[in-house]
């Protein structure tokens, strides 16, 4: 059963704290990349990733961090830098840039 | 800078009705254009996409139509059901060698209820 797993599916941060979400794909898959979601707005991209250890900065990767170790893992963490992190976050991966993007269920991350 | 403007934002459909969502792109490197499907609580799912060598692109009820010269694309839901009750994401990404290929930019939604 090919897909992407994110994990967990809620996550509640206090202030000051870093938290890390988990995206995890078996679909052998070079591109992965990581959106973030606010209500009434479309997604923006954080950060993306080509290959295994080169990533590269989206449009709104400040208070964020990634890596990208293994080809079927991409890690997002949400530092205390991150001013206003409460949101959905999407994880999402693609044969290669420009093609077809699969997304996995997302994580709710609050603020509390 | 938001490169792609999607309208309207809400959109009320009665059953077999037909619903349009529209949107108008500003990048000229963009050359392709996705639509995706998202019900609540759960990750987009790629509905149709097309790229700007055809005019036109159907997939059962769901259509495509793109205007190259006019930068908009358009969904088009057929005989709507309100199993297609979502909401609805244009996105547009750029061609090999661009500095926007590959990455997703992605309209504001739109969230369409159609009733029984």
């Known amino acids: 059963d090919g897909g992407i797993t994110q994990s967990p599916k809620y996550l509640f941060r206090k202030e000051g704290q870093n938290v890390t979400l988990s995206c995890e794909q078996n679909?052998?898959?070079?591109?992965m990349y990581w959106y973030r979601q606010d209500p009434g707005q479309g997604l923006r991209l954080i950060y993306y990733?080509?290959?295994?250890?080169?990533?590269q900065k989206g449009d709104i990767a400040e208070g964020y961090s990634v890596s990208r170790e293994k080809k079927e893992s991409f890690p997002l963490t949400v530092t205390s830098a991150q001013k206003n992190p409460t949101a959905f976050y999407l994880c999402?991966?693609?044969?290669?840039?420009?093609?077809?993007?699969?997304f996995g269920q997302g994580t709710r991350l609050t603020v509390v | 800078q938001q490169q792609v403007k999607q309208s309207p934002q809400s959109l009320i459909v009665q059953k077999g009705g037909i619903s349009i969502i529209n949107c108008a792109y500003e990048n000229t490197a963009f050359d392709y254009f996705p639509w995706y499907q998202q019900f609540p609580g759960k990750g987009p799912a790629l509905l149709i996409a097309i790229r700007p060598d055809v005019s036109e692109k159907k997939e059962g009820r769901f259509t495509i139509s793109f205007n190259k010269s006019a930068k908009q694309f358009s969904l088009h839901i057929m005989d709507s059901q309100p199993g297609d009750s979502a909401t609805y994401f244009c996105?547009?990404?750029?061609?090999?060698?661009?500095?926007?290929?590959?990455?997703?930019?992605f309209g504001q939604g739109t969230i369409l209820t159609v009733h029984p």
């Open positions: 990733s080509q290959i295994v250890n080169d990533f």
């Open positions: 996105a547009a990404s750029g061609r090999a060698g661009g500095t926007s290929y590959g990455k997703l930019t």
């Open positions: 999402a991966s693609s044969m290669d840039r420009g093609t077809e993007a699969f």
């Open positions: 679909l052998n898959h070079d591109a």
